[in-house]
């Protein structure tokens, strides 16, 4: 532990997910601090980001959820103090935050991914909203393409209800992907120190995995192991890994993904920086093999050491 030396547990700040980003660095100090780590709570809302710089911090364990925390900001400024941290780069987290590059660049690469398009806040005004909606299927979801925990989300299979769900998604973002709409059945993959760890299905009665669905409701489902065939659920792992790698990613993360209605599976995004509350999915998965909590965050934060 004498190792670690004295380590600040990033969380809060400034996004939408902040609530979610406090729970997450409260669960994780308490897991260093019984593990005998030097570690503190760093609030980047409430005291500058460089005064680090004068607590003597040895490394970081970012929690900080959405943007200011997981699009390469807070990694910049932590790599001009020269103090190490977990998770991903500057570059990997900037690209992963935008989930419509990020598909792109799947694409490109001849990793699957559903159809979708792009589109501004500063073209609402001028989107067919019909051909568009038949363009990709007839039904679609509609995301912001900065934001996580399905913050600003919505369906659509309906012209009308497609320019709504566009206008509430702009709330959020200047940026909405508009996505074919994809069956499901819905997997998560956690990568960590570049294995995989075992999928988890995700089941909710909600039309879709919202924010209600991931921290509010208790009829949410999370199958580990996923019920899977041995076949399937290395080929689930396997892409994972691909879709981790090809973006650059390293130290952890978690990769989502659903199936479509042909049994395919699609690559929907990638959180460099995971949820680490009492309904997360990265520690969930993490105990399938053995691993306690405090295990798992004593494991991400080794990533630092290399550093």
């Not at 500057?90 to 989930?99: G, H, P, V």
């Not at 990769?255 to 969930?284: A, F, H, I, R, W």
Request: net charge negative.
């Amino acid at each position: 532990m004498k190792a670690f030396g004295k380590v600040a547990v990033l969380a809060g700040g400034n996004s939408a997910e902040r609530e979610v980003s406090l729970r997450s660095g409260a669960a994780i100090l308490q897991a260093l601090c019984d593990e005998g780590v030097d570690a503190f709570l760093f609030d980047p809302a409430e005291q500058p980001l460089f005064g680090l710089a004068e607590l003597d911090v040895d490394r970081v364990f970012i929690a900080l959820h959405g943007r200011g925390g997981e699009d390469g900001q807070v990694q910049a400024v932590l790599e001009v103090m020269d103090i190490p941290y977990t998770g991903s780069g500057i570059l990997a987290c900037a690209l992963t935050m935008d989930k419509s590059k990020t598909k792109a660049l799947w694409h490109g690469l001849g990793l699957p991914t559903a159809a979708a398009s792009t589109v501004s806040a500063n073209d609402l005004g001028s989107v067919d909203c019909a051909a568009l909606l038949a363009r990709l299927g007839g039904k679609v979801m509609v995301k912001p393409a900065h934001e996580g925990s399905s913050i600003g989300m919505g369906m659509a299979r309906t012209a009308d209800e497609l320019a709504a769900a566009l206008k509430e998604a702009a709330r959020f973002d200047g940026d909405m992907l508009v996505e074919t709409w994809l069956s499901g059945p819905e997997y998560t993959v956690a990568v960590l120190d570049g294995e995989a760890l075992p999928a988890i299905k995700v089941q909710t009665p909600n039309a879709f995995y919202d924010y209600a669905a991931k921290y509010q409701d208790n009829s949410t489902q999370y199958i580990c192991p996923a019920e899977l065939p041995e076949e399937q659920e290395q080929k689930v792992r396997d892409l994972a890994v691909a879709a981790f790698n090809a973006v650059g990613c390293k130290s952890w993360g978690r990769v989502d993904m659903m199936m479509n209605s042909n049994g395919q599976l699609q690559l929907l995004e990638l959180n460099t920086v995971p949820g680490m509350t009492t309904k997360s999915l990265v520690p969930m998965a993490a105990k399938q093999v053995g691993m306690s909590f405090s295990a798992l965050v004593l494991k991400v934060l080794a990533t630092t050491l290399d550093a």
